[in-house]
């Protein structure tokens, strides 16, 4: 599939005024109609949507995975200290009852809540639903405040590397399966990240403010997150400068091999842990065929509290683009990583589950794919009927009526227009304008000779069905289609 092009300078002027339009400003009067950094979601969008999911979830289902879900709130000390800084961003709901609840921010620590409340040590598992984070809406880039999330998680003590190659193996599937054009995942540790900033002088109070920083990289230069960890989170510069030689490296194995061999890393144990087991997942992407779309990248971090050890986010290394156009970025499209100590913050022994895990951005996916159907100028149908229901002539209701009940008993999608008598030409250009493949029609010759004529909307050609042979025929037509 060809991937998305630009539109040209004046039309995105355009198109970006309409995207960046509060959602509220086609409302009458002052009262705001919808909230910011939310959207309604039109028949085309929810198409587009399901054919997205469809794939996604069925790679899930294809290596194992059972579906499951979670309250779209939990107790706000569920959630609290679990994001570092961006427990900030957490919707708290008013207490009416007694307890204090927050909308989820993510589908990963509801999920840590369930194995440890129900004491499960085992499970693959998939979900899709809907999250909540208080931070400013970036529609452009398909960042709301209320998105999906679709998450792969795998929980159980396993032999090392195992799994995360496998979570590595589903991101590149997905992502090679939508044909968003060119990726990368870059991987790191978060072993090896604070072992960098043990090495680099960082004091451990400092390891998790410092790490939200690094995050940032992929969104700011060097020079502006080193002033944030120096001016406003009191990081000595030399501290931060000798952090800058490290986060600017990115490779394949060979890097690994190199930080081995690296005079202030190679002394930290820790670093020392997660260069090793990264070492062994380059050899299980390797026989999984994907080693060229993984990096080493030391300037991932991932800012969220609960990672422990290897850690990864994919990037589109492109978006097609006109002559002379900046190209779209819309950030990660998917993320993930270990977080072996979340289940035991729930469990009342503090016992462990490892667990691993990834998370598709869907958002981030639909806008790109809407974009590339504006500009190609694709249309959408947005339902799936087959058959349309019609008759050339008046006091046809009950017979027509009698037909379609006969179609949906078959497992057959059908319409009709709800009017006792429709004229034939508006029964035929609604099928034409709705993409429906096949008209049944019956009248007073057909209804006389025990017979249907079924119609091509696409070829316009008819022939005549006898009446008890219409379900198998229409079978065959849509079997062959």
């Known amino acids: ?250 490779g394949g194995v060979s890097l690994v091999e190199q930080m081995f061999q690296d005079p202030r890393l190679s002394q930290n144990k820790q670093a020392l842990e997660g260069l090793g087991d990264l070492k062994l997942l380059f050899e299980y992407l390797t026989l999984f065929g994907i080693a060229d779309k993984i990096s080493f990248d030391l300037s991932l971090a991932r800012g969220l509290d609960y990672y422990t050890g290897v850690i990864y986010e994919a990037v589109l290394l492109q978006t097609p683009t006109q002559a002379g156009e900046e190209p779209l970025n819309v950030g990660s499209v998917a993320a993930g990583g270990r977080y072996d100590g979340l289940v035991g913050m729930f469990d009342p022994k503090g016992h462990k589950v490892p667990c691993v895990g990834l998370s598709i951005g869907v958002e981030r996916i639909f806008y790109i794919v809407e974009q590339r159907m504006k500009t190609k100028g694709e249309k959408v149908r947005t339902t799936e009927t087959q058959v349309f229901v019609a008759t050339p002539q008046k006091n046809f209701l009950q017979e027509r009526l009698k037909l379609i009940a006969e179609l949906w008993n078959s497992g057959i999608k059908a319409e009709m227009l709800y009017k006792n008598n429709p004229k034939l030409l508006t029964q035929l250009h609604y099928c034409e304008s709705t993409g429906i493949p096949l008209v049944v029609i019956i009248g007073e010759q057909e209804l006389k000779e025990g017979v249907i004529k079924i119609r091509s909307v696409a070829s316009r050609e008819e022939v005549a069905i006898k009446r008890e042979n219409l379900v198998a025929e229409i079978q065959k037509r849509l079997s062959e289609s």
């Open 1 to 250: 599939m060809h991937l998305l092009g630009l539109l040209p300078r004046r039309a995105w002027a355009s198109l970006l005024s309409q995207l960046l339009r509060p959602p509220w400003a086609s409302c009458t009067g002052a009262v705001r109609c919808q909230s910011q950094g939310t959207r309604d979601l039109s028949p085309q969008h929810m198409v587009v949507r399901e054919k997205i999911l469809d794939l996604v979830i069925s790679c899930f289902k294809r290596h194992g995975a059972k579906g499951m879900d979670t309250p779209a709130f939990e107790l706000k000390e569920t959630l609290t200290e679990k994001y570092g800084e961006d427990s900030g961003l957490m919707y708290d709901l008013k207490d009416q009852g007694g307890e204090l609840l927050s909308l989820r921010y993510d589908l990963t620590v509801p999920f840590a809540r369930y194995l440890a409340m129900n004491k499960v040590k085992k499970m693959k598992r998939y979900h899709v639903g809907k999250v909540w984070r208080r931070e400013s809406p970036t529609i452009v880039q398909g960042r709301y405040r209320e998105f999906c999330q679709c998450d792969f998680d795998i929980a159980g003590q396993f032999d090392p590397m195992i799994p995360d190659a496998e979570c590595l193996k589903i991101m590149c599937e997905i992502l090679s399966g939508l044909q968003l054009g060119d990726f990368l995942i870059k991987v790191n540790d978060r072993r090896i990240v604070d072992g960098m900033f043990a090495v680099c002088g960082v004091p451990e109070s400092k390891f998790r403010a410092i790490c939200s920083s690094i995050d940032k990289l992929d969104k700011m230069a060097w020079k502006d997150v080193r002033h944030e960890m120096v001016v406003k989170k009191g990081l000595a510069p030399e501290v931060a400068d000798r952090i800058g030689d490290y986060v600017q490296c990115h």
